[in-house]
């Protein structure tokens, strides 16, 4: 009597029991499920993106034609070199870059040192200066407008850089409540090294604390360079002199200046996001890092 | 290298008071042990002459210094920590010169020093090596590296050994007695591990319940321990103890019976055997042979054969239990009755304060 051995098809789990094979099935099902959602989802989300950048390649008579035209008839680059030729847009960008600097580098710095100073010193009123730090996390900045507007004016401030950046070193208790947790898990023996090693507590902080995790510090800094240079309100409040103004306001002169150019609009509106689109595409992952860890702290 | 006196020392964290009136001298150059199970206040102790933790009472010199209101890098001290507490973003030459560098000390002397140490560290290959990308045993030499480079009048070690497996602790254990015998430096060593403290301390310190139980040599410490916590805590398998009665002297030396009647005679002064009471006798496994001629009975409940010898675990008539010594090749069996020689002469007794009473000599 001969046996005849049988080999398993491609794919087939061997010993696998029916309840699980359909458990699996409905598992496949349902990831497939998600991917399409997901990726109707994500058409959905960048379809205005296409649209934007589809138009600005638009001759401006073919875009106020009715219909929906997802290509351009007649390819042009007319809309960015207005944009680039005849506005400031390159004084804009100066500035953007000077105010998101500048409060990156401050809400970076200040941040690192609040969060270091409320997780290693001990100092009298330390717990109330937290709680206090966690407070102003509770108030959403809109709120603090009128207030800040009222003290950029008395300093005569309007129409400055200081005037645009100041207001926004209050925005962050967040990276300073990321600090303070990863500055609370380091081992407190790297601590007492450094004191028998005879470090002094700025010698603790730049050459130990602060280096000791870049990376946090890098995503922080993105995550907080990208928001200052999204920002609209406060700058567009705080300057009315076309020259001192951000990227972000100035784009809105565009239209006032030319009229409605729906290339021309979108043109600058997309110049104004290139840069920060391309620092994530170059930090993605420091960024996303950035997000989690603010995430985190939001709930 | 300097002696680290303590006089009175006391500390307590909130309501508790984890140091009591401790005062110890610990000699120039001297390899000194703290031995003791966890929570005694050993690390406590290290940490207050390395000026981590402020003392509450007392004082502590160093040298010919009082330093107990010094910060730590004014002590002269060099600590080594149970996880080496090693910077971890910067190299090993980095590490070693950070403390250094600190201080202003000029560049070519920095590098002097790194290298000398790195050398006798065997750790040259390694010098530009990240501690993430260290052994354990490697990140253990860097951090005495570190300690050596500066030159300490005193250096204290907490716990270093007891992140390496048992392989490594053996000849890691070696190498600090080298070092010490080379450096020949006044070393601190907090430890709960009695191998360790027997095989390196010149002396040791026993720690309980936050107060010194002992200071001494090892052998002092094994062969006349001054309480029955150091008796059970130093000894490994551990010191037996039974409940004895004195009957009698014979030529001054104390005679005692076991609970089975069975008579040991020790070298014991009875002059110095408080009056009544219940005695206790405590006997190391060692001075219990597995002899036919013995005059204690029992039987065995379980056999260790650990190859150049045999322990028995024997349970005598009243139920207690003696672990006895017998020949390597002993053939011995579980549940067999054996007979059991106790030498008195290397025998303790304990007063029901847990005071020790040790032979005379």
């Known amino acids: 009597m001969s046996s005849v051995a049988t080999t398993p098809a491609a794919g087939e789990v061997v010993g696998m029991s029916p309840r699980k094979r359909r458990i699996i099935k409905a598992l496949d099902i349902a990831g497939l499920i998600a ?153 407190k023996e790297l601590r007492e090294a450094a004191k028998i090693d005879n470090a002094n507590e700025f010698q603790m902080f730049f050459r130990l604390y602060l280096p000791m995790n870049w990376g946090i510090t890098t995503a922080l800094a993105i995550i907080t360079f990208i928001g200052a240079w999204n920002q609209f309100l406060w700058p567009f409040l705080a300057v009315t002199d076309e020259k001192m103004m951000n990227v972000t306001v100035g784009i809105t002169q565009v239209t006032d200046a030319f009229g409605v150019k729906y290339a021309r609009d979108l043109g600058s509106a997309i110049l104004a996001g290139l840069p920060v689109a391309i620092v994530y595409l170059i930090f993605q992952r420091k960024v996303t890092e950035a997000i989690m860890l603010s995430a985190g702290i939001k709930g | 290298m300097a002696d680290i006196r303590l006089v009175n020392v006391s500390k307590q964290f909130g309501t508790v008071r984890v140091i009591e009136n401790v005062s110890m001298t610990i000699e120039s150059g001297e390899f000194m042990v703290f031995l003791g199970p966890s929570g005694c206040g050993k690390s406590t ?34 600590m080594v920590f149970q996880n080496y507490a090693l910077y971890p973003h910067m190299s090993v030459r980095d590490n070693m010169s950070f403390g250094l560098q600190n201080i202003r000390m000029p560049r070519e002397e920095i590098a002097k020093r790194v290298a000398a140490a790195a050398k006798t560290l065997e750790l040259e290959h390694l010098i530009d090596r990240k501690p993430g990308q260290l052994s354990g045993g490697q990140r253990q030499r860097v951090a005495i590296g570190r300690a050596i480079v500066r030159d300490p009048k005193a250096f204290l070690f907490d716990e270093p050994l007891s992140n390496l497996d048992a392989g490594l602790r053996a000849r890691t254990r070696i190498e600090f007695a080298q070092l010490h015998q080379r450096m020949k430096t006044t070393m601190v060593f ?95 496994p060692e001075s219990v042979r597995v002899d036919s001629d013995g005059t204690v009975s029992g039987k065995s409940d379980v056999i260790e054969r650990l190859g150049e010898r045999t322990l028995a675990y024997v349970r005598l008539a009243d139920n207690s239990v003696v672990i006895a010594e017998d020949e390597g090749m002993s053939r011995l069996n579980v549940g067999d009755q054996v007979k059991l020689s106790f030498d008195g002469g290397s025998a303790h007794l304990f007063d029901a304060r847990d005071v020790a009473y040790s032979a005379a000599g």
């Open chain 2, 190 to 284: 907090v430890t709960h591990d009695q191998i360790e403290a027997m095989t390196l301390a010149d002396r040791i310190v026993v720690m309980n319940n936050r107060k010194i139980e002992q200071i001494g040599t090892p052998m002092d410490i094994y062969t006349r321990p001054a309480s029955r916590f150091v008796a059970a805590f130093v000894g490994s398998p551990a010191m037996n103890f039974l409940p004895v009665q004195q009957i009698s002297d014979r030529d001054g030396m104390a005679l005692v019976k076991l609970p089975d009647n069975s008579e040991i005679q020790t070298n014991i002064a009875t002059a110095h055997l408080p009056n009544d009471g219940q005695l206790t006798l405590g006997i190391r």
């Open chain 1, 35 to 187: 991917t399409i959602v997901t990726f109707l989802g994500a058409i959905f989300w960048a379809f205005p993106l296409y649209w934007a950048l589809v138009t600005t390649l638009k001759v401006e008579n073919d875009i106020v034609q009715p219909g929906i035209a997802l290509w351009p008839q007649r390819f042009t680059l007319d809309a960015y070199t207005h944009v680039l030729f005849n506005t400031k847009i390159g004084t804009w960008y100066i500035n953007s870059l000077v105010t998101a600097g500048s409060v990156t580098v401050c809400v970076v710095l200040m941040s690192a040192l609040a969060g270091y100073a409320i997780s290693q010193l001990k100092f009298p009123g330390r717990r109330i200066l937290w709680w206090v730090i966690l407070a102003s996390f509770m108030i959403p900045i809109p709120a603090l407008i009128v207030n800040h507007f009222v003290l950029i004016s008395q300093f005569k401030l309007f129409n400055s850089w200081l005037g645009v950046i100041l207001p926004q070193l209050v925005y962050g208790p967040v990276t300073v409540i990321i600090y303070k947790q990863f500055f609370d898990s380091v081992p």
């Open chain 2, 45 to 78: 102790l290290l940490r207050m002459i390395a000026g981590l933790e402020d003392i509450d009472g007392g004082e502590i010199h160093i040298g010919n210094r009082r330093v107990d209101e010094l910060p730590p890098s004014e002590r002269g001290v060099a």
